[in-house]
């Protein structure tokens, strides 16, 4: 069975094909930074915030967020 393109090269396709979908990637990947930026500065700051001036590392910090679930029911559970 032969290709159906016998005169293209099948280099030059996978190359503009590559360059293709890095074109597209870098837009998605700059979307997404450009709406996502402001919050993940503010998450940034707040982190540095914590660490550099009440010296909280983000592990604690980390370990605080995600046990949030369960102090929101204890507190929940002591106001009723």
Known sequence: MTPVFDAVDSQWVLLLAAIALIVLASRLIFRILSV???????????VLGLQYLFGIPPKQLWFEVSHLPQMAMKLWQSLT
């Open 36 to 46: 996502g930026l402001g919050p993940m500065l503010g998450i940034l700051a707040i």
